[in-house]
Structure formats: structure tokens, C-alpha cells
């Protein structure tokens, strides 16, 4: 449990259990595999063209648990930290159940697999599934991991979230021509399609038009609604333009169409769009082009009119059901979409922002994984039935065929599907025309902070090289949801964003339940109504499902308060969220997932629903404490409110600010921030850039990369040797444990001039407290190599070190000396010091290609009869091929891993360890987006101290503050003063001060003084080269200071290899090119 | 604050020194009649140029610890390492002559039985450059001797566990008697070992001083301060009634400024001499605006000739050894270059 101090708030109990960090990953994972799996498979029927008989259903799919398949035999239960020393992918076996027909009798067998997939960290399906603190470490898992990530292939690899405009909504905006149109993405489990409704200028006046690809031409929308059923033109009009009459003037002009095109009933109007869409189907004919969108009998002898309402049902608005030819959900909602268009022509702020954030929808693992789960699904059984075709076209088999059974139920489409998309990070799903790239990414492990922050990272689809300022800049509506610091620099600034602490993204909700609960609020159903019920009635508000207009109802408040209190007694799902707009007069429902949301506390009438109370009694048992907690959402004294919703909301940032108007209460006002910005202390007292600087550079720190960080091994891992909790921490690092694996280490900084090796931003080292460990590092590289066994018996081999006789001059060879860290297994030996060129890994591969050998082999057994010409293990001759250690400095063999993976190749990993004390050039920061290089290392002597003696660790020049504006560093020093005087660690949490999260600037000054010192931290300096006193107070202090993983010994270059006289000729050359510029100038 | 420099007539000066006090492992002396740079070249002196021992190269045999034999290693190169010499007992160098052994017999001497690594001809390391340590502990076998509740902890290897080859050297694992009380260890950890651990290893220490390597500086703390010269306007504090005079003793932190009489209340004095500079100008800004002539009633300069020392040793070498090898050390310096600006106006002449 978290200590926390006695004058913390009762809001800040409650946030370590909503604090759903990282877990939003791992949600969407369970919600794919424990429901949304299951709805793929029911649909699917294998059958057969031969035989008609022949079929197998699926009737539940469910996943098995995570398991290593040794060979074709058997398979071990896996752990996580076992996949990535062996380079296996963590996956779990999916299991069906199916029917189908043996023969003559039909057969139910259950538990088949069909296939596997990689199971994430943490998640239901995980051995680390609500595992405690000392379980996981018993499975070598660091307790504070975040979980929510894949293992592919030993790689650790997250696919992160993606952020996208929401589909099935409309949105009103100009297209590239100016014109206002809305435009409707819709999107179902069959097609994907485009739509838009245009008002176009025209020579009389604004007419209405709808686009869409199949209907050639751009069809009058009178001509639609006549087509969908809507015949008498009074109807039309009601149902567009009865409730302004400005609509009414400007939908006018588009009423005349229909008679300019003789189009008077419904037939006429449909004969009128099938004639366009045939005469689009022969332009592409034309072309050569085969291209059928929809082809609903695959036969053409229907009718045009017939074709045309196929179109106008399932093609156009395709994610609006039309059952039997009931359009009236879709002319209401075209009329609906209509009368909005119109009204955005005449008052431009009706229009759509693209970039407001509940437009948007986040796609997390489970969506993605379950798109490509249905597309390998669907390819696994049209390869299942082609197999199956050509089985049962045989007509005299000698066993009866059982499909489960037989050579043709392949379950690697599915594992290689789903390690290949995971592993390269291509989604390539042709259903859906999806092709995305990096999708997924490799989790970065180089602090414990960078592998947080990656699992909380959005991805826009935006295009990177757009120079758009719009979906960049931040937006009002992500208050809560994103972080406002937490971007990168450069291309993909804005682009990339990071979850806000509390913001949590929802899954899919059940539809039906919640359109029933609707119903039986008072929702009218749309065949009752007409245009005018609709819109001239004042209260009459339409009311949308995801989207979707499922009716119209007159009392829109009492509505949205009596599902909102359903939601708040969790009779409905506790992420519906339930947003009235008055301008649209609309109810907007959603329960689809995606959506960002975040947890706020309610109020009602001035006061909080978070009582003292309801936490107070419950604090000494941590079981009933969870469980309080777990009640809250379901007793009415926190919810759940998505970015729509909040537009309804009237939010406190205190419980002081509360008045009758509120609605809710922020949880803290420190939950704007991500979990990486958590790291600044002070943050708010910063100028905003140098907070985002900080949230690019806390992911290079070094520290502690996890509990566990020895155990694993890394391609590259970087560790202090000394890690420190800050001395100023905040209320977030708290939540995600920083203090157990840190990343820096205090400084005791004094911000004076001194030596002139501080200009731009250098920083000056204490000698004496580098010698005694300060800010020291190791570095620890993996080299790996694989010992292959061949097809033809041949194999790779380890031999140990070449005899020394073999070396003319003996030991002083350096020949020789490169196998000094051999062992005579040909593997170094742990604790062996390897130089430049050591050789590591003395592998041996056979001298012939393998694929000579074995062609030859053949050969002769086919002359010879049985007799391999090459008797396994002794092949004729063999030639090294040896991995050897590059680097200019020395290090040491730190740990070798011999092991096999799945593909059975035995695999032998050395880590290979250095550890750097800082050196000149290395590069370091503070929490404030300061860094600075190491511009020179003063012995202590010569560095200045104070009359106690103190001396600092750290120089910093005083010009890297006016510019740079990072109060937040100075209140720091003062703060964290103030806390090793008293011997506390001081808080710095954003907004803090008067919540009792962050140490008051005044208080740590008041505390200074008692305690001897300046208060405003400043300190008498003697200078340690003169001795005389400095004439200034130099403001000194502990501040906490990383060290980044920039470091002069991994940037130094060189050719590799070449001859010297070319190297010189190039340099000729290049001097030669400057004579001639030189003279050109002359 | 002002600026100083040497004073212009160089008439040769006598100074002179008074130890304030001296305990365990610190002192305080005030050294008068001097000028900055002399008590800095001291304070300089004994920070980098007093030559102790420390442990400078670890051969590793067995280490299944958590912690990296680099990391290992130096942290063993930290622990401050004493040498102790026994009149009679104590083999000294012997290009150490006995007389000049009895006649400057110290224990501070060091030098005198050990030569520099680098100075000596010996091939490697011998007993007259290096001393010699050894580690070992196994897990299994230390647990053996620890009382049953205590079984299932860690075992820290420490100090005690270093065993010297030579007598008269030992590392040192506390600096004081108090820190030896309040110490929940038997003496400096190095590394803890879990079931089934082993640690086995030797190490040489060898001289050096504090400019190769901060592990050589026997002090962890050494600074000087001018020693304050104060005056009050003594008649004009006491014209104050007496509330101003409490504003004027609390605009320093407590304890800088007090009374002489804490019952009479009339006179200011200073009680923390050391932290008085730091406040001069904010006592001279207070009672400047609380004069009615507008004049600070509070003088306060840094001395140019006094200085107060204070000095802590890390336990290898005593605290006054510290001292005193720093004025030896000074006064080598300083004899060298006499030698040398000898040689050099022999040659000219």
C-alpha cells in the first residue's frame, strides 16, 4: 500500500486504483480474447463443392495457455523471461470446438487447436495474471513491469495505440473545393465505405447531392429519399426543412430535381440511380477495369431498379441496417445529415472540428488482433476447404476422411500469421484495403520510465511529412485525456501523444441492451414520427446510438439524467457515455470502444460525492479498502465521462470551487499529465517547452531498468551503478514506484561560472565524486550466435583455441592473444577481459554449401542405394567463422546463456559487460529539459566549498537559466534543501502546493533558515584555488541529475579498413577542391 | 566582504596556531598571522598530498555475488585502510637508517615503511610497496554462525571480513566510537551474499595520495574560514526598544545571533562566528533602517590573517597526522624549490 502523509486529500486515496496505467493495453486484450474471439467463429462454415455433405461448423473458439512447443511432440509451459532468453514467442494455443461430418456421421469434438497466438503480458491469459509481488518474482518478473506488451521471437514488442477519426460518424466540413459537405465513414463487418452529402452551388442557387463511389454521378438527394420510400414531396420537405425556415429556403432549389428528372415514385427514382450506376459499370468496362463492389446475386440479370435499392440498402450508408427494405432509418437519418449541411452553409460555426478529440477513437491491441484473427481465420478454412476439395475429389480413399485429424488442418497459418504481423509490424488485412505500417514497435528498455511511457503512446495516421499545423496542435477537448507535455520533437510532433495518468480507453459495450434501455426510457421509434413530429416539436431531440438515429424522443434531459443514473448504479456499462447537444438537438450515445474517458469524481448540489467517510473506516484492512474502491463507480461517487460527455459537465478543479452549477469534481489536477511528465518537479512552475524537453530525455536516463534487468538479456542494457530516489519526488513517480528503480542520482549543483568549461550548457564534474561512484555506469552488450545443425548432418561447431605452437611468436602473438578469453568449449570464459578483436564465440561452419552437399548425396543414393555419402559430424573440412568483440575499450565477459530455441538451433548469447565513469563529453540533464555535456572534471581541491564543507558534485553555468525560464529546477534545489536538511524527500507533484502534494517554496525556505542556511539557498563559497571568499552568494542545492545514454565512448568513429594511400588521396582530393573554390573566389 | 591582498610589506611572519579542539576524528585550529593562500596551499595539501594507503588492485578467484567484481573492487578501494606502527616491532624500510627511524619514530610516518609502487624496484609488488589482504566468505558457512532467527537474511560482507597479511595494517571500519554505537553493521559493507554465494578474493594495497584517486585522501572534510572581526555599536542597540532588538536577532536563523545576558537583553552578540558572514549584509540592511541616524550599528569583515581550520578525518590516518603530514608536506615543497632556485642561481653566478 502507499504511505501517504496525513494532509493529503481524500482524492488521492482513490487515484492509485483508477490509475489504469498501461492498463488499458491489457483490457482490450482480455476483451478480445475472452468475447470478442468468440463472435468471429460461429460465422464461419467450412464446406465443400464435391461433396454437399461434407461441412464443419465451429461452435466456440477459445485460448489455451501460454506454452513453448519443443518439437512436434511436446510443448512446456512457458514464462515470459523464458521466451525472451530463448528467442520464442509467448504464445498460447487457440482451441475450437467444432462439428462436422466423418463419413457418414456427423462428429462434435472439442478442443482442437487450430493455431496459436501471442498472449500479452499480464493479461487474462498470462501466468502473471494477478500474480503478487513475491509470485513474480519467483518467475523472475520484475513486480512493477507494466504488462501489456508481446513477446515475438524473444522481442519484446508493443503495438500501440492508434489513433483515428471515429467511424460511423458524420462530419460537417469544406472539402478541398470549399464546398460544405458532411462526410460519413461507414464501416461494418463486411465493407468499409466512403459517403458524403455536398451542397453545391449551383446556376439555381445551393442544391443537395450525394456522393458515394458506386452511384456514378452525384444523385440528388430528393431523388434518394424518393428512392428510399420517402414519395410525397411534402414529407421531404417536412422532414429536412420544417423546423427553420431559412433550411427550408435553401433545400427548396433541391426539391425541383426530382420533376427536372421525371422522378415522381419511388421506382422512378430507383430506375434513375440504377441507370447511374450501370453507366458507371460500363466506364470502368470500358476502361478494362473489373471492378465490382457489390455484386449481390454474382449475377447480372437484375433489374436496374432492383440493383439500385441492393445499392441503396447495403452499399451506400452501409453501417445504417435497413432489414427488408425499411428505410426508415436511413431517410431520417439522410434528412437529418441534410438539415445539418444546410445549417453549417448558413452559420459556419455549426461546422465539425476533424481534430476534436471526441472524434476520435483509439484502436488498441485487442481491435487489431481481432482484424487479424478474422482475416487468418477466413484464410485458414478457404485453404482448409480447398485441401478438403481436393481429398474428397479422390473417390477411393482408404480411410474414412476426418478433417480434424488429416495432414490438412495446417495450424501454422495462423501462428505465422500472427507473429509475422506482430514481428515486422505490417497489418496487411485486403478485406478491410488495410495496409499499415509500424504498427507495432520494439518495447524500449532503456529506463524503467521509457518502457511506462511507450505503453501509454498514441499513434496518429496522420502523415508524418504534412506540414498540417491542425491535428498537431494541442486541443482543448484532450484536457484530461492526453498529456500536454509528452510529445517528441521534430516530424512527428504532435502526432505522437501520450494517455494522460487517469485516462482510460474503453472497449465495446453491448449494443442491444443499451438500446433497450433506451426504449424503455420514453424513446419513440422513428415509424411512428414524421418530419415535422421531429423538428418543429421544441423538445423533440433525435437520439443517436453510435451514430445511428434509433428514434426521436420529447423530454431529452429527464432521458440523458436517467441513463446517466442507470450508468452510476452500473445497470448499463459503466463507460456509455450520454452527451445532449442542443444545437444539433440530439442525444448522442455511445458504447462503442476507443473512446478516450476518464474518471471524475460526481457532485451534487456544492458538495463531492467522496466523502471522508466512505475510505476513512475502511483504511486498515487493504482487502475492503480495494473493495470500497471497486464500489465507487458502481454507488454513484465516481464515474466514467468520455470528451463528448464532458461538454455536458461543469468540472471543479477543487472541492473550495464547488457551487450548485457543478457537476463533477476533478480527481486532481496533476492527472492532466502523463506518467513520463510525473517525472519534472515542479512542472507547472516550468516554461511548457522545457517540460516536453524533459518528457523526450527522462527516456534516455539510465537507472534501473526493471527488477530483473541482470536476469535479462538485452541487446542493450545501461545501468547505474549507484541509482538514488530523488530527493524531490512527486505524488506520480510514487504511483509507478520510481523510487525502487530510479533513474539518476542526486547532485549537489552549484549554478556558478567557474573555469570557463561551462559555456553552452557544460556542465562541471567533481572529480573525487566521480572516484567515489557518482553517476558511474554499466553497459552491457549481447553477442549472439547460432550453432545450426544442417540438412545434409553436417553442423556448425565450437572448438576452443588453435595450440600455441602453432604462433610463431609464441604468446606475444596478437593472432594468439585474440583467443585469450577462449575456453576449450570455444565460448569465453565469464570474467575473461576481451581487448579489440577478441574472439568470443569460436564458431566453425562446414566448408561446402549445404545445398551442394546434399544434391550430391542424393545423387549417389540414387546410384548407390542407401549409403549418405557423408556420414553425419564429419564433414571434410570446416572454416571460421568466429564472433568476435569490436569496440575500442576493453570489457568483460558478464554472462553466457547456452540454449535452444524452436527452431531447434542451439543458441549461445554472451553478455559482455563495461562499466564508464564520466568522462568529458558525456551528456547529462536535470528534470527540466536542461542538458548539458561534461565540460571539464576539476579535482576537489580546486573546487570551491562552503565554511561546513560541502563541495559540489556538479557546476552549471547560471546563463542556462533566463532564457530557459525553468523555475520549476530552482524550487527544486530550494525544496530538496529544505528535505535533506529535515532528512525527508521533498514533493514537487504538479499543482501541488495547495493540495498537500507539493512542498510550498515559502515553507522549504522557513525550514532552510531554521536549519542555518540562506533562505533563498544560496551559500557563502570559498574559492579552492585562492582561498579567498567568492564575492557573490552562490545559489547551491541537490538537484536530481540523469545521466543520458549519449556517452562519448560509443561516438567514436573510425574507417574500418582501406588502404592508407587511397585515404590520403582522398584527402589530397579534397584539399585539391578546396584550392579551387579558394580561387574561384579570388 | 572585501578584497584582499598580501600585505605589502613582507616582513617574514610568524604564524601561529591554536588547536580549539580535538577529538576522535576531528579537530578545529585556528591558524593566525597568515594569509588566505598559505591556509589554502593546507587545506589544498591535505586534501590531495598527504600519501595513505588504499587497496588499489583485486585479483578475483570467486565472486557468484549480485554485484560485479568492477564494482566490487571499488568499493574495497574506498575503505580507508590505517597503518600503525609499533616501536620495536615494526620492520622498517632499510633504507630507513635506525637513528633517523628512533629519533623521528611516528606512526604518521608511513613513507618510512613503505616506499611508492612506482619508486620501488621490486617486480610487481613486495613488502615494502604493498600490503596485502584477503577475502573470503561462503554463504554456507557464515550462516552456520549466526543465531537461528537471523538464517533466512542476506549475510553483508564487511570490513571485518578483510583480513591483512601485514599486522601493522588494517582497514578501519569506523571513524569513531559513536558511529561504532550507533552502526547497525560490524563495520563498512561491501557486498551482501544470498544461499549459496561465495565471495573469495585478494587485494594489494599500495601508497598514493589524494590527487590519483579520491579513495587516497585520508579527510572528508578540511576547510578553512577567515575568522570574523566584529564590532556593534553597542550604545545604540541598547537605545532600541527591546522588540526591534528581537527583529534584530531573528533576521538570522536561530542561534547566529543571541544576547550576552539572556535575562538582561540589552546587548547583541554573535554566537555562531562561522555562519556570521553569510548574514553581515542582512543585519547591517536591518539596523541601518532601524537607526535613526540611518547607520548600520553592525560591523562584520572577514579577517585577512586569521583563519579557522576544520578538519575530520575518515579514520586511515588521525586527524592531527593529517595536519601535520600537510605542513610536512608543504614544507618538502617548499624546501625543493629553495634547492631548486639554488641550483638555478649557482648556475647564472
Redesign the interface.
Known amino acids: 500500500m502507499l504511505q501517504l502523509p496525513h494532509n493529503v486529500q481524500t482524492r488521492w486515496k482513490i487515484l492509485p486504483h483508477f490509475l489504469r496505467l498501461m492498463k488499458q493495453h491489457v483490457t482490450s486484450f482480455d476483451y478480445f480474447v475472452q468475447t470478442e474471439i468468440k463472435k468471429v467463429a460461429p460465422n464461419q462454415t467450412v464446406r465443400s463443392e464435391v461433396d454437399p455433405n461434407f461441412y464443419l461448423s465451429y461452435t466456440d473458439v477459445y485460448v489455451g495457455s501460454p506454452s513453448i512447443e519443443e518439437d512436434a511432440f511436446t510443448s512446456t509451459a512457458a514464462t515470459p523471461l523464458e521466451c525472451r532468453l530463448r528467442d520464442c514467442t509467448y504464445s498460447a494455443p487457440i482451441y475450437v470446438d467444432v462439428k462436422y461430418r466423418r463419413g457418414p456421421q456427423i462428429v462434435t469434438t472439442s478442443k482442437v487447436p487450430i493455431g496459436c497466438i501471442p498472449i500479452m503480458l499480464h493479461s487474462c491469459k498470462c501466468v502473471l495474471y494477478e500474480k503478487s509481488r513475491s509470485e513474480l518474482e519467483a518467475l523472475k518478473e520484475c513486480p512493477h513491469d507494466p504488462g501489456g506488451y508481446f513477446i515475438v521471437k524473444g522481442v519484446e514488442k508493443v503495438i500501440l495505440m492508434q489513433e483515428q477519426l471515429s467511424k460511423n460518424r458524420m462530419i460537417i466540413e469544406r472539402d478541398a473545393k470549399g464546398v460544405f459537405c458532411a462526410a460519413i465513414t461507414s464501416s461494418t463487418h463486411e465493407r468499409k465505405s466512403r459517403c458524403s452529402i455536398v451542397v453545391k452551388p449551383t446556376s439555381h442557387g445551393y442544391r443537395v447531392y450525394l456522393k458515394h463511389n458506386t452511384l456514378g454521378d452525384d444523385i440528388p438527394v430528393a431523388v434518394i429519399l424518393k428512392a428510399m420510400g420517402m414519395e410525397c414531396d411534402q414529407e421531404i420537405a417536412e422532414l429536412v426543412g420544417s423546423g427553420d425556415c431559412r433550411i427550408a429556403s435553401i433545400f427548396v432549389n433541391s426539391m425541383e430535381e426530382p420533376s427536372a428528372a421525371r422522378v415522381k415514385t419511388q421506382k422512378q427514382a430507383l430506375a434513375y440511380i440504377g441507370e447511374a450506376i450501370r453507366a458507371k459499370y460500363k466506364a470502368q468496362s470500358v476502361d478494362g477495369v473489373r471492378f465490382l463492389q457489390y455484386a449481390p446475386h454474382g449475377r447480372r440479370s437484375i433489374s436496374a431498379d432492383e440493383e439500385a435499392r441492393d445499392v441503396l440498402a447495403h452499399v451506400v450508408l452501409s453501417h445504417v441496417p435497413v432489414v427488408n427494405y425499411d428505410f426508415v432509418a436511413k431517410r431520417t437519418y439522410v434528412g437529418h445529415v441534410t438539415k445539418r449541411v444546410i445549417a453549417a452553409l448558413l452559420d459556419n460555426s455549426l461546422l465539425d472540428d476533424k481534430d476534436y478529440y471526441g472524434n476520435k477513437r483509439l484502436e488498441l491491441a485487442g481491435q487489431l488482433l481481432s482484424l487479424l484473427f478474422e482475416d487468418l481465420f477466413k484464410r485458414f478454412n478457404s485453404d482448409l476447404k480447398r485441401s478438403a476439395d481436393l481429398v474428397l475429389q479422390k473417390q477411393n480413399r482408404t480411410a474414412v476422411f476426418d478433417i480434424v485429424k488429416s495432414t490438412i488442418w495446417r495450424t501454422d497459418t495462423l501462428a505465422q500469421g500472427f507473429v509475422h504481423a506482430i514481428s515486422t509490424g505490417n497489418w496487411v488485412l485486403k478485406r478491410f484495403k488495410m495496409d499499415r505500417a509500424g504498427v507495432t514497435q520494439v518495447l524500449s528498455r532503456l529506463s524503467y520510465i521509457s518502457a511506462i511511457g511507450m505503453m501509454t503512446r498514441v499513434n496518429s495516421q496522420f502523415e508524418k511529412t504534412r506540414k498540417t499545423s491542425g491535428p498537431r496542435a494541442l486541443q482543448p477537448s484532450q484536457w484530461g485525456m492526453l498529456c500536454p507535455a509528452d510529445t517528441p520533437e521534430g516530424e512527428t510532433c504532435g502526432l505522437v501523444k501520450n494517455l494522460a495518468l487517469l485516462a482510460h480507453v474503453t472497449t465495446d459495450a453491448e449494443i442491444e441492451t443499451t438500446k433497450r434501455s433506451c426504449y424503455d426510457l420514453g424513446v419513440e421509434q422513428l415509424g411512428h414520427l414524421n418530419g415535422t413530429a421531429l423538428n418543429s416539436h421544441a423538445t423533440a431531440y433525435l437520439v443517436f446510438l453510435n451514430g445511428l438515429v434509433i428514434g426521436a424522443c420529447s423530454r431529452p434531459h429527464k432521458l440523458a439524467h436517467a441513463l446517466r443514473r442507470m450508468r452510476r448504479s452500473k445497470r448499463i456499462g459503466e463507460h456509455i457515455s450520454v452527451y445532449t447537444h442542443s444545437v444539433h438537438r440530439a442525444i448522442y450515445i455511445a458504447c462503442d470502444g476507443g473512446r478516450v474517458c476518464r474518471p471524475l469524481i460526481i457532485a451534487s448540489r456544492g458538495r463531492s460525492r467522496l466523502l471522508p467517510q466512505i475510505l476513512e473506516h475502511k483504511t486498515l484492512n487493504v482487502h475492503i479498502f480495494r473493495l470500497a474502491l471497486g464500489q465507487l463507480t458502481a454507488s454513484g461517487v465516481v464515474e466514467y465521462v468520455d470528451v463528448n460527455e464532458e461538454n455536458n459537465c461543469f468540472i471543479a478543479l477543487d472541492e473550495n470551487q464547488l457551487t450548485h452549477c457543478h457537476t463533477h469534481l476533478e480527481v486532481d489536477p496533476a492527472t492532466v499529465l502523463g506518467v513520463v511528465c510525473g517525472l519534472v518537479a515542479f512542472p507547472h512552475h516550468n516554461q511548457s517547452p522545457r517540460n516536453t524537453y524533459q518528457c523526450a530525455m527522462g527516456k534516455q536516463s539510465m537507472g534501473s531498468v526493471a527488477t530483473n534487468q541482470f536476469e535479462r538479456m538485452d541487446s542493450l542494457l545501461y545501468s547505474l551503478v549507484y541509482p538514488q530516489k530523488a530527493i524531490v519526488k512527486s505524488r506520480i513517480l510514487d504511483l509507478v514506484h520510481f523510487d525502487d528503480l530510479p533513474g539518476g542520482c542526486n547532485a549537489t549543483l552549484a549554478v556558478m561560472s567557474c573555469s570557463g568549461y561551462d559555456i553552452e550548457d557544460a556542465i562541471i564534474l567533481n572529480k573525487n565524486s566521480l572516484d567515489r561512484g557518482f553517476l558511474r555506469c554499466l553497459v552491457l552488450k549481447k553477442h549472439q550466435a547460432s550453432i545450426r545443425r544442417y540438412a545434409n548432418g553436417t553442423f556448425d561447431r565450437t572448438i576452443g583455441p588453435p595450440p600455441l605452437s602453432s604462433f610463431i611468436q609464441g604468446i606475444h602473438d596478437t593472432r594468439y592473444q585474440r583467443y585469450s578469453a577462449l575456453d576449450d568449449d570455444g565460448i569465453c570464459l565469464v570474467g575473461e577481459r576481451l581487448n579489440d578483436q577478441s574472439i568470443i564465440i569460436n564458431r566453425e561452419v562446414p566448408i561446402e554449401s549445404p545445398d551442394v552437399v546434399y544434391s550430391s548425396a542424393r545423387e549417389r543414393s540414387q546410384s548407390g542405394g542407401w549409403r549418405m555419402s557423408t556420414t553425419p559430424g564429419s564433414p571434410a573440412k570446416f572454416k571460421s567463422q568466429s564472433c568476435s568483440y569490436k569496440a575500442p575499450a576493453p570489457s568483460v565477459v558478464d554472462r553466457v546463456l547456452l540454449t535452444a530455441n524452436e527452431t531447434d538451433q542451439f543458441l549461445v548469447k554472451v553478455m559482455v559487460r563495461q562499466s564508464r565513469r564520466p568522462e568529458i563529453g558525456d551528456k547529462f540533464a536535470s528534470r527540466h529539459g536542461q542538458k548539458g555535456v561534461c565540460g571539464a572534471i576539476i579535482s576537489q581541491e580546486d573546487m570551491p566549498f562552503t565554511d561546513v564543507g560541502i563541495c559540489p558534485d556538479v557546476i552549471m553555468n547560471p546563463h542556462g537559466f533566463p532564457s530557459r525560464m525553468t523555475v520549476g529546477k530552482i524550487i527544486e534545489l530550494v525544496a530538496g534543501k529544505a528535505g535533506v536538511c529535515h532528512g525527508r524527500q521533498a514533493f514537487g507533484t504538479a499543482f501541488g502546493e495547495s493540495r498537500g502534494s507539493a512542498d510550498h517554496s515559502k515553507e522549504a525556505s522557513r525550514e532552510l533558515l531554521a536549519y542555518g542556511y540562506s533562505y533563498i539557498g544560496k551559500d557563502l563559497l570559498y574559492s579552492g584555488t585562492s582561498g579567498d571568499l567568492l564575492r557573490a552568494f552562490v545559489f547551491m542545492g541537490p538537484v536530481f541529475y540523469q545521466k543520458l545514454k549519449h556517452m562519448v565512448m560509443d561516438k567514436m568513429h573510425s574507417r574500418a579498413r582501406g588502404s592508407i594511400l587511397s585515404y590520403i588521396l582522398y584527402i589530397v582530393l579534397v584539399d585539391i577542391q578546396f584550392l579551387i573554390l579558394a580561387l574561384m573566389f579570388i | 566582504?572585501s578584497?584582499?591582498s598580501v600585505a605589502a610589506d613582507q616582513r617574514a611572519r610568524r604564524p601561529e596556531v591554536e588547536v580549539l579542539s580535538l577529538e576522535e576524528n576531528q579537530m578545529s585550529f585556528e591558524v593566525k598571522k597568515t594569509d588566505?593562500?598559505m591556509?589554502?596551499?593546507l587545506?589544498?595539501v591535505i586534501?590531495?598530498e598527504v600519501v595513505t594507503m588504499a587497496i588499489d588492485l583485486v585479483t578475483?578467484e570467486e565472486?557468484t555475488s549480485?554485484i560485479?567484481?568492477?564494482?566490487i573492487a571499488?568499493r574495497l578501494g574506498?575503505i580507508p585502510i590505517k597503518y600503525a606502527f609499533k616501536p620495536g616491532k615494526t620492520k622498517l624500510r632499510e633504507d630507513v637508517s635506525n637513528d633517523e627511524a628512533a629519533a623521528m619514530s611516528s606512526e604518521r610516518d608511513i613513507q618510512r615503511r613503505f616506499r611508492f609502487t612506482r619508486d620501488c624496484d621490486c617486480d610487481g609488488y613486495c613488502d615494502w610497496c604493498a600490503c596485502t589482504f584477503k577475502l573470503h566468505v561462503k554463504y554456507d558457512e557464515v550462516i552456520k554462525n549466526v543465531p537461528e532467527h537471523e538464517k533466512n537474511q542476506p549475510y553483508t560482507v564487511t570490513s571485518i571480513n578483510l583480513e591483512s597479511d601485514d599486522p601493522d595494517v588494517f582497514p578501519v571500519h569506523f571513524v569513531s566510537e559513536r558511529e561504532r554505537n550507533t552502526s547497525s553493521e560490524p563495520g563498512i559493507a561491501i557486498v551482501k551474499l544470498a544461499k549459496g554465494q561465495e565471495i573469495k578474493l585478494s587485494c594489494i594495497a599500495k601508497l598514493g595520495c589524494?590527487?590519483e584517486?579520491?579513495?587516497w585522501?585520508p579527510v572528508?572534510?578540511?576547510?578553512?574560514?577567515?575568522k570574523p572581526t566584529i564590532s556593534w555599536d553597542d550604545n545604540a542597540v541598547r537605545a532600541l526598544p527591546p522588540n526591534l532588538r528581537n527583529i534584530i536577532v531573528d533576521v538570522c536563523?536561530?542561534?547566529?545571533l543571541g544576547y550576552e545576558d539572556e535575562r538582561d537583553r540589552t546587548s547583541i552578540v554573535v554566537k555562531?562566528e562561522?555562519?556570521i558572514?553569510?548574514?553581515t549584509k542582512d543585519i547591517q540592511d536591518l539596523t541601518k533602517q532601524l537607526s535613526p541616524q540611518n547607520k548600520p550599528m553592525f560591523h562584520a569583515s572577514?579577517s585577512t590573517t586569521d583563519f579557522v581550520f576544520?578538519v575530520?578525518s575518515l579514520g586511515g590516518v588521525p586527524v592531527d597526522d593529517c595536519v601535520l603530514c600537510g605542513l610536512n608536506e608543504i614544507k618538502r615543497k617548499l624546501t625543493n624549490l629553495q634547492v631548486a632556485v639554488a641550483e638555478v642561481a649557482a648556475e647564472q653566478a
Open positions: 566582504m578584497c584582499y588566505a593562500s591556509a589554502n596551499a587545506r589544498r586534501i590531495a578475483f565472486n549480485c560485479d567484481d568492477e564494482i571499488h574506498l589524494g590527487k584517486h579520491a579513495k585522501t572528508s572534510k578540511c576547510v578553512f574560514r577567515p536563523p536561530a542561534g547566529v555562531n562561522a555562519a558572514l553569510d548574514f572577514a576544520e575530520e
